[in-house]
């Protein structure tokens, strides 16, 4: 039996039935910015593996690192043990992040259900029952279940698991666009930390992009004056930082668009360059000295993968990759990229609207209903996205040539007008 045969048989897709309702497209390897097929057709990656891959694929730096430490020690458990590579990592995020105390766990979703307990567990040693979420609609955190209920409860569906999940406090999410006037979420946002201060443990917010709940780019402003109201009211401010961070809106952490500094961060994504899962929470010390220094003194978690030797090796080169600031010359190439190649699409009736920032780049269509097509169409010229509803997107390795951005974007833009045409 081929292995796709295989695949149809025994393997559950993300979102999706068993077997596959669409075709799979079947992988044979990749290189730098591109994917093979089995049938050796090459695509140029405009996905970055779901934005992990920021450096591209089969980086020989990143391969080494792992090779490296394969030999050393593959794994080893993290209760009672320490090793250098996490140390060495911890320390270069505590570095880059500006906080000090780092958990590391195994998925993006893993480091926002630690960030939410973490911030429960603060409060109790505060002694303060408070036990509910501020977040924005649109929101996305994850898939677990935590992670989930402080999703925008209509794009992640929360209907599907009824009362299972708990009920958070949403707010309006900051007015679309990096200038916009964002007075009237930022009035909703005072009046709900007013209104709930007293139940309320921390507001968790993915600052100056909104990810997979819509591609949304958002004022600083509205970060900065977040950053406010958490220290006014003792709510702890969670950056999830795991689709923004390492450099994909230009800065290091999105964050640093507006200047502050969160209680808590989460990182994943692009932290092993790709190559492995892994992920983080990280704190300020006021945070894990409140914690340690309460009757409880512990934080309540430990996954059997924590501490991987081989992510933490190869999460350190891929930081290390990112010291000499090369990387973010290339991200200012792709935006003005983005920029420039994204004009087109504004004039297409299909589309609603553009924007980008760093090294995304988004058209959002009027019409949700062509996103399968519109992903056929690319891949039969050469070109990997996966849009979701309404959104056509790209979110690049910082290491892609430029011919071959422009060649995702004009793809993108073809795409749509093959529809239009029709
Ligand atoms: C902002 C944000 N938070 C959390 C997650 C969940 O990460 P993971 O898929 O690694 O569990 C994602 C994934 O897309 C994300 O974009």
């Given at each position: 039996m081929n292995w796709i045969e295989l695949d149809k048989k025994h393997v559950w897709h993300p979102y999706n039935s068993m077997p596959s309702k669409?075709?799979?497209?079947?992988?044979?390897?990749?290189?730098?910015?591109?994917?093979?097929?089995?049938?050796?057709?090459?695509?140029?990656?405009?996905?970055?593996?779901?934005?992990?891959?920021?450096?591209?694929?089969?980086?020989?730096?990143l391969t080494q690192a792992?090779?490296?430490?394969?030999?050393?020690?593959?794994?080893?458990?993290?209760?009672?043990?320490a090793h250098e590579k996490a140390s060495l990592l911890c320390e270069k995020l505590a570095k880059i992040s500006g906080l000090n105390s780092v958990f590391l766990c195994d998925s993006g979703s893993v480091s926002v259900e630690v960030a939410l307990k973490t911030t429960i567990q603060y409060q109790e040693a505060k002694a303060k029952k408070k036990?509910?979420?501020?977040?924005?609609?649109?929101?996305?955190?994850?898939?677990?279940?935590?992670?989930?209920?402080?999703?925008?409860?209509?794009?992640?569906?929360?209907?599907?698991?009824?009362?299972?999940?708990?009920?958070?406090?949403?707010?309006?999410?900051?007015?679309?666009?990096?200038?916009?006037?964002?007075?009237?979420?930022?009035?909703?946002?005072?009046?709900?930390?007013?209104?709930?201060?007293?139940?309320?443990?921390?507001?968790?917010?993915?600052?100056?992009?909104?990810?997979?709940?819509?591609?949304?780019?958002?004022?600083p402003i509205f970060l900065k004056k977040a950053r406010e109201l958490c220290t006014k009211y003792d709510i702890l401010l969670i950056a999830d930082e795991i689709a923004t961070g390492f450099g994909h809106t230009g800065k290091m952490f999105a964050c640093e668009w507006a200047d502050i500094k969160p209680d808590i961060m989460t990182v994943g994504k692009g932290l092993t360059g790709g190559y492995m899962t892994m992920a983080a929470m990280i704190t300020s010390k006021n945070v894990s000295d409140t914690i340690s220094n309460s009757k409880l003194g512990i934080l309540m978690h430990g996954?059997?993968?924590?501490?991987?030797?081989?992510?933490?090796?190869?999460?350190?080169?891929?930081?290390?990759?990112?010291?000499?600031?090369?990387?973010k010359k290339n991200v200012l190439k792709i935006e003005q990229i983005f920029t420039k190649e994204l004009q087109s699409a504004k004039e297409l009736t299909l589309v609603n609207s553009i924007r980008n920032?760093?090294?995304?780049?988004?058209?959002?269509?009027?019409?949700?209903?062509?996103?399968?097509?519109?992903?056929?169409?690319?891949?039969?010229?050469?070109?990997?996205?996966?849009?979701?509803?309404?959104?056509?997107?790209?979110?690049?390795?910082?290491?892609?040539?430029?011919?071959?951005?422009?060649?995702?974007?004009?793809?993108?833009?073809?795409?749509?007008?093959?529809?239009?045409t029709k």
């Amino acid at each position: 039996m081929n292995w796709i045969e295989l695949d149809k048989k025994h393997v559950w897709h993300p979102y999706n039935s068993m077997p596959s309702k669409s075709d799979l497209l079947q992988v044979k390897r990749t290189d730098k910015t591109s994917i093979f097929l089995e049938n050796d057709d090459e695509l140029i990656d405009g996905m970055s593996s779901w934005w992990s891959c920021i450096h591209g694929y089969n980086h020989p730096k990143l391969t080494q690192a792992l090779k490296n430490q394969l030999d050393i020690m593959p794994h080893i458990m993290f209760g009672g043990i320490a090793h250098e590579k996490a140390s060495l990592l911890c320390e270069k995020l505590a570095k880059i992040s500006g906080l000090n105390s780092v958990f590391l766990c195994d998925s993006g979703s893993v480091s926002v259900e630690v960030a939410l307990k973490t911030t429960i567990q603060y409060q109790e040693a505060k002694a303060k029952k408070k036990y509910k979420f501020i977040a924005l609609k649109h929101a996305y955190h994850g898939d677990t279940l935590a992670a989930m209920s402080v999703c925008d409860p209509d794009n992640s569906m929360h209907s599907i698991y009824g009362s299972y999940l708990p009920s958070h406090i949403f707010t309006k999410a900051p007015e679309l666009g990096f200038d916009s006037d964002c007075t009237n979420s930022i009035k909703e946002l005072e009046e709900t930390f007013k209104k709930h201060e007293n139940e309320v443990a921390g507001f968790i917010l993915e600052p100056i992009v909104q990810g997979a709940g819509g591609m949304r780019i958002y004022n600083p402003i509205f970060l900065k004056k977040a950053r406010e109201l958490c220290t006014k009211y003792d709510i702890l401010l969670i950056a999830d930082e795991i689709a923004t961070g390492f450099g994909h809106t230009g800065k290091m952490f999105a964050c640093e668009w507006a200047d502050i500094k969160p209680d808590i961060m989460t990182v994943g994504k692009g932290l092993t360059g790709g190559y492995m899962t892994m992920a983080a929470m990280i704190t300020s010390k006021n945070v894990s000295d409140t914690i340690s220094n309460s009757k409880l003194g512990i934080l309540m978690h430990g996954p059997t993968f924590m501490g991987n030797p081989l992510a933490c090796s190869v999460a350190l080169e891929s930081l290390n990759l990112l010291d000499d600031n090369t990387w973010k010359k290339n991200v200012l190439k792709i935006e003005q990229i983005f920029t420039k190649e994204l004009q087109s699409a504004k004039e297409l009736t299909l589309v609603n609207s553009i924007r980008n920032i760093g090294a995304i780049g988004v058209i959002e269509l009027n019409d949700e209903s062509y996103a399968q097509e519109i992903q056929d169409y690319c891949v039969k010229n050469g070109v990997w996205i996966r849009p979701f509803g309404k959104l056509i997107y790209s979110i690049v390795a910082y290491t892609i040539k430029e011919e071959d951005l422009i060649k995702i974007i004009k793809t993108m833009i073809e795409a749509i007008k093959s529809i239009k045409t029709k």
